[in-house]
Structures are given as structure tokens and as C-alpha cells.
Antibody, heavy 120, light 112 residues
């Protein structure tokens, strides 16, 4: 069974940093494109960015609002995805979902999410 | 960026009756590889999103056959043949043809 478990969310002050982790199991992590998608309270879904699998170059892409502030990385040996968030703003407040793409689409399987609140 | 526009934004439905959601993209979703990366997601209250349909019309593993997708190019539709109580939630279309990947605003399906 595919499992994606996010951690690392919490309350952080504007301008601060936070690192989210996503522990993956139940599938071959090295074969997956991994993404982060966020959802502000009471709002819709917003793609944050992704990291491709190594055989596809392991490259990253980001949404414009987070480019230059957020960094996605992966540790295939630990089957873990990361999201380093710097220079956080109040508008980054959201539930952050880890999403795996295993072949059907890049957004096949979703974790439960972790809440990040940016507030003074 | 490709803008995804869903209609309606709210859909009150009687149990056992059909429901239909439309999604229109601001440009064609046909990729250079010939595929159309249009998917539908369901988000039940208090739950994370779940993939229902991918590449326009393919049901994902475990998805009941009362859900179906259709369309081409820039116009797509999700249909529920007979709405059940467990179908209550918000439905999103999403495209992964071009970066940045984008989502529709969501359509809330509720029981009348």
C-alpha cells in the first residue's frame, strides 16, 4: 500500500524558515516523480513544485510564487522527499501535501498533509 | 499559465441522480507526446484529494464505474451517473501538460 507521511509543519514567523519531510513507502521511490501541492485554509489547490526521478534528470520545477524561496529535494536512499521553505510569508499558510506520480499521472497518490502557519 | 475554469462551482444533487461538471482550459492540453494530461480529483470533507480520472477518461484504481470522464482539447467533463452520499465533496480538474501545473477552482457537490 502506498503511504506518504508528511511532517515538519507548524507555526513560524514571517521571514522564517521551515523544512517539511515526506516519508514514502509501499512503492519504488526511485521511479516516482514527487510533488508538493498546497491548500490555503478554505481555498483550492495550488501546485508548489516537483522533482523528477533521477533517470529523468532529477530536475526541479517550481510555481512562480515560491521560486527562489522554496527548494525541493529527495533522498532516494531514505525514500524521503523534502521541502525547504525560506523567507516565509503569511500567504504561504496552507496545508502542504506530498504527492507521488507512479505512472498514471504525476499526481497519483496523496499524503494526508501537514499544516504550515506563517504568523507573528 | 494555463487557466482551468470549472462550472458550476456548486452542484446540489438528489441521491441517485446524475451530476456533471465541466472544465475548460485556456489552451489545448494535448502534449507534444500526444497525450492529454487532464485529471479529475475528489476531495471529501476533511480528507486529502484523491485521483479519480486521468488522461481525460481513465478511471484510477478502485474508482467506481459511476464516475466517467470525457472531452478533448480544451473542453472536458466529469460525470457521476448516480450520485451516492459518499460522493459529497469538492471536485477539481487539473492539467499536467505544461508547467506550472494548474487546478480548476473546484466544484462542490452536495446532496439536496
Amino acid at each position: 500500500e502506498v503511504q506518504l507521511v508528511e511532517s515538519g509543519g507548524g507555526l513560524v514567523k514571517p521571514g522564517g524558515s521551515l523544512r517539511l519531510s515526506c516519508a514514502a513507502s509501499g512503492f519504488t521511490f526511485t521511479n516516482a516523480w514527487m510533488s508538493w501541492v498546497r491548500q490555503a485554509p478554505g481555498k483550492g489547490l495550488e501546485w508548489v513544485g516537483l522533482i523528477k526521478r533521477k533517470i529523468d534528470g532529477g530536475t526541479t520545477d517550481y510555481a512562480a510564487p515560491v521560486k527562489g524561496r522554496f527548494t525541493i529535494s529527495r533522498d532516494d536512499s531514505k525514500t524521503t522527499l523534502y521541502l525547504q521553505m525560506n523567507s516565509l510569508k503569511s500567504e504561504d499558510t496552507a496545508v502542504y501535501y506530498c504527492v507521488a506520480g507512479l505512472g498514471a499521472t504525476p499526481l497519483d497518490h496523496w499524503g494526508q498533509g501537514t499544516l504550515v502557519t506563517v504568523s507573528s | 499559465d494555463i487557466v482551468m475554469t470549472q462550472t458550476p462551482l456548486s452542484s446540489p444533487v438528489t441521491l441517485g441522480q446524475p451530476a456533471s461538471i465541466s472544465c475548460r482550459s485556456s489552451q489545448s492540453l494535448v502534449s507534444s507526446d500526444g497525450n492529454t494530461y487532464l485529471s479529475w480529483l475528489q476531495q471529501r470533507p476533511g480528507q486529502p484529494p484523491r485521483l479519480l480520472i486521468y488522461k481525460i477518461s481513465n478511471r484510477f484504481s478502485g474508482v467506481p464505474d459511476r464516475f466517467s470522464g470525457s472531452g478533448a482539447g480544451t473542453d472536458f467533463t466529469l460525470k457521476i451517473s448516480r450520485v451516492e452520499a459518499e460522493d459529497v465533496g469538492v471536485y477539481y480538474c487539473t492539467q499536467a501538460t505544461q508547467f506550472p501545473w494548474t487546478f480548476g477552482q473546484g466544484t462542490k457537490v452536495e446532496i439536496k
